[in-house]
């Protein structure tokens, strides 16, 4: 019997050894895209960021991946760079404008229009954030209800 038990700790010790040695092998992290905001308008700018473990090829250098961005207007590849060496943290800041022919550089946006990002994470696998551009509105409030003639009203 002690034979038995003793065999069966042998075989989970060495089954425990096997399953630590392969498993970071399958354990894929999923790459994660975000925008900085939910809402822009046209002058604003705009911090893609995608964290991607498995784009972290080389621990001693800082690496690039691409994105593209495209609206009704435009469609356009952009180019992240890795926030340090070995982050796997990959990002650009972008500036938005309704008109490129001024702001050379800047991604052409439209009040109303969505602005996309899409990341192909391989041949069968699209991973994307959209964002909408709006105009900022003004809201003004006042202190008091109603006024009399003679009082000032604060804004």
């Known amino acids: 019997m002690d034979e038995c038990y003793t065999s069966i700790t042998y075989f989970l010790i060495f089954s425990f050894h096997v399953i630590l040695l392969y ?8 790459p994660i895209l975000r925008l900085d905001d939910s809402v822009y308008t046209t002058f604003d700018n ?25 609206n009704s207007v435009t469609s356009e590849k952009v180019t ?8 796997g943290i990959f990002q650009k800041d ?10 050379v550089g800047d ?12 990341y192909n994470v391989d041949a069968e696998n699209l991973i994307t954030e959209t964002a909408l551009i709006k ?10 209800t109603s006024y009399k003639f003679t009082y000032t009203s604060k804004i």
């Open 80 to 87: 992240l760079h890795e926030t340090d060496t070995n982050t």
């Open 107 to 118: 991604i052409q946006v439209r009040r109303d229009d969505s602005i996309i990002v899409s």
């Open 46 to 70: 705009m911090i893609i960021t995608l964290t991607d473990s498995i784009l972290n090829t080389n621990s001693e250098i800082i690496e690039s991946i691409q994105v593209i961005v495209s």
């Open 23 to 30: 498993l970071p092998n399958f354990i894929i992290a999923v």
């Open 94 to 103: 972008i500036r938005l404008t309704p008109d490129p022919s001024r702001y």
């Open 135 to 144: 105009y900022h509105e003004a809201v003004v409030s006042f202190d008091s």
